[in-house]
Structure formats: C-alpha cells, structure tokens
C-alpha cells in the first residue's frame, strides 16, 4: 500500500491548527505531536518528488544517448560526402573527450543498418571508396588471374 506523503502531512498539520478562541491550540503536547508527524511525512512527499524526477532524468539521458548514437552512426555509415561524415566523427570524438564514450553502441547500431564491417564506416567515404576499389580489383584480380571475365571468350 503506497501512502501518499504530501495528503498525510496535510492533514496532520491541519490537526495541529485546532485552537481555542483565545487563539491557543486546545492541547498543546497534541499539537506539537501533529506538527511533527506533518514535518516527517513533508519531508518524505519531497523524498518522493526527488526519486520521480530521478527517474525522469534518467529516461531523458538514455533517450538523448540513443538519439546521439543513431545521429553517428547514420552520419558515418550513410553520409555521401566527406564534410557530413567529418561532422558525426566530430561529434563522437567529442563526446569521448567529455568521458561519454559511444564508440560501442554506434557500432551496434551501424550493423543494425546492415553493415558488413563496422570500421569502414568510420572511414571518411573517399577513402572507404578507394579502400573497396582495391580490394575489389584484387579479389577480381585472383579469382580471374587478370583477365576480364566481361570481354567476350578470348
């Protein structure tokens, strides 16, 4: 059973308000009981406000991170020019100097989106095409021993 703090400490303070005409309180050792047991339960309502922000703030970090993450992984694997890629390399280089390293996730993410090897997507994309150029004219290179296997049988 949750017991709702701020209502309790409301209505022990409204306890200890009981006064005569006179303005004193009808039984003093009562009202300073109420007062007491109202302080005690206000404190806790702000204990309970304390653990939901907690949990909001928490909710909120691990949203941003996740968006942060998908914003450099997609700006590594699918940028066409090296300016944008530069950008989102920037940006992880940047968060690894403030301790808020994303190295891991980004490259999760980068496989998500179908990647074979992840390190080629921190390749800027001229050099990641030079990178597949070469090793497409070598695969080509020995599987066909040189020879175009396009031309017509020579």
Do not use: C
Not at 67 to 86: K, M, N, T, Y
């Amino acid at each position: 059973m949750s017991i709702n703090y701020r209502a309790e400490a409301e209505r022990h303070a409204s306890k200890a308000s009981y006064t005569s005409e006179s303005g004193r309180p009808y039984n003093p050792e009562a009202t300073d009981f109420h007062l007491r047991i109202a302080q005690v339960h206000a404190t806790l309502a702000a204990g309970q406000t304390a653990a939901a922000d907690v949990a909001a703030y928490r909710h909120t970090i691990q949203s941003l991170r996740f968006a942060l993450v998908r914003h450099i992984a997609e700006g590594l694997a699918l940028s066409d020019g090296d300016e944008a890629h530069q950008h989102a390399r920037g940006l992880a280089q940047y968060l690894d100097s403030v301790g808020l390293n994303v190295d891991q996730e980004v490259d999760a993410h980068i496989e998500s989106l179908g990647w074979g090897d992840t390190r080629d997507a921190w390749l800027n994309p001229t050099a990641r095409r030079e990178k597949w150029d070469r090793q497409a004219a070598e695969d080509a290179k020995r599987l066909f021993g040189g020879r175009d296997p396009w031309a017509a049988d020579q």
